[in-house]
């Protein structure tokens, strides 16, 4: 089966019967023990449950792996993914990677003996130069938050091959749809299923996929130990949203590329930053490894005053963080999600008081437009 055909109908198995054919939920904490001294599938629900199941083996299907998991949060996935390292273990990370992924690195997981070291995942040689003989994985999230810029992942998944490590991929911003990280080579990729795999900004929840039994295993452990699991009733909101993910996914794309062509050519615009853009040095390999540049892009304009009054003027577009839902939002990385950092760094970065980002919705372009169009005239 193809991508949306295995989305519809993934989960529908026939063994279910007519009953239970794959649009039900079941809540149950507990499952009653059939036979005495004999190991059932579902027994209490942090360990196993239907409806997660169904939703992990859904995510599982559409990136291409052999086993999925559903967390609580993009985060819980993280953290209980960490867990299967121990104190005196190294990490390779990029110096822009999502604030939550370095809070925990930096302030939680240090404490625990972990280290980590961040470096720019646009170059190879820096990412091969950071390996120390402690390091256990490298981890990749592509493209990067707020400036698009791209890891080729290929590349990293032969230098890790080369020194035994892992690879892991948070594939939030590109979803299964446009890009399928286990396909290239890495051996886990995760998501924070708040942003495309729920789409409509109502559903915190994380997942992660692997082709590897054994560590499938590891997984399988940190869900049943550290417990930080997708509800029932989230999962099967996640079902029903990721049947539409690939209409979503390329209404967003396809909404993007108009509005990036309006902004390229507005005198209020600088410059705009997107992973397909000609003069993105991350372009080709983008290309390669992914189907477009997906529906997150940023710009900068002229003024601090004009980014201030775009985000007050904007009447279809909120003025609000995250990304990956049917509204279009628009944030402001520097006073918004990239507040730990000094100053001085965020500009040395790019990430200055007069950049915006837009998350981009499946609204109808030509009304982003014009509420673009508006909000910078003001
Ligand atoms: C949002 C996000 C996370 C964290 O996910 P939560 O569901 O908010 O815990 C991790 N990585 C990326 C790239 C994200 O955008």
Redesign the pocket.
Known sequence: MRFETKAIHGVRTPEKGVENWGNTINLATTFPIKEYNVMQEFEYSRVMSPTRKDFESLVAQLESGKHGFGFA????A?TSIFTMFKAGDHFVLGLDI?G??FRIMNDVFRQFGFESTFVDMTDLGKIEAAIRPNTKAIFV?TPS?PLLDVTDIRGVVAIAKKHELLTIV?N??MSPVLQRPLELGADIVLH????FLGGHNDI???AAVVNRDDLAEKITFAQVAMGALVSAFDSWLLLRSMKTLKLRVEKAQANTLKLLDFLRSHPEVEKVYYPTAPDNKGKTIQESQAEGGGSVFSFTVKSEEKAKSFFENLKVALFAV??GGVETLVTHPSSLTHTEFPEEEKVARGVTRTLIRVAVGIEDADDLIEDFKQALAK
């Open positions: 949060s993009g985060m819980a993280i999502y939550g992924t999230e938050n948070d939030t911003f924070s299923a708040t942003k915190v929840a994380g995250s990304l």
